[in-house]
């Protein structure tokens, strides 16, 4: 057997404590009354986030809060090949989505070098990946 078939992946998850605003904040209304992402975002995040990752995001959290079911989004990279693939739930309406989403990474032979998952005071979470072919 060539070394190539008997390449394995190792995946490396990352976890940490979330840092919500004060009680109080987390249900602040943006310019059109709706929930604006700063004031129900982690402090981490917020402090890499760049202006247009938390206008998608933005964008993804008030489909979610104004829909049924999960939010799913694809953007393109500018500049380059890539694709976004942006993903929003209320938390506790889906188990295992995270690894389902791998998956089904996996059945189209696509692999993401890199996966977030966002965590928001306001119940919703976001999961965004750059999934590229095998």
């Keep these: 057997m060539s070394a190539a078939a008997n390449a394995q992946q190792l995946r490396c998850y990352f976890v940490s ?32 986030a760049s202006e247009n990752t938390l206008a998608l995001y933005q964008d993804v959290m008030w489909n979610v809060l104004e829909r049924h079911g999960p939010v799913i989004e694809l953007f393109e990279v500018e500049g380059s090949r890539e694709r976004r693939v942006v993903i929003g739930y209320k938390m506790g309406t889906t ?37 590229h072919l095998s």
Aim: net charge positive.
């Design 17 to 48: 404590r979330c840092s919500f605003p004060p009680t109080g904040t987390s249900n602040a209304n943006g310019p059109n009354g709706k929930v604006d992402i700063r004031s129900v975002s982690d402090k981490a995040f917020l402090d890499k």
């Design 95 to 131: 188990q295992h989505f995270f690894s389902a989403i791998s998956d089904l990474y996996h059945f189209y032979s696509l692999y993401s070098a890199r996966k977030y998952v966002e965590q928001f005071a306001n119940g919703v979470t976001i999961i965004c990946g750059c999934p």
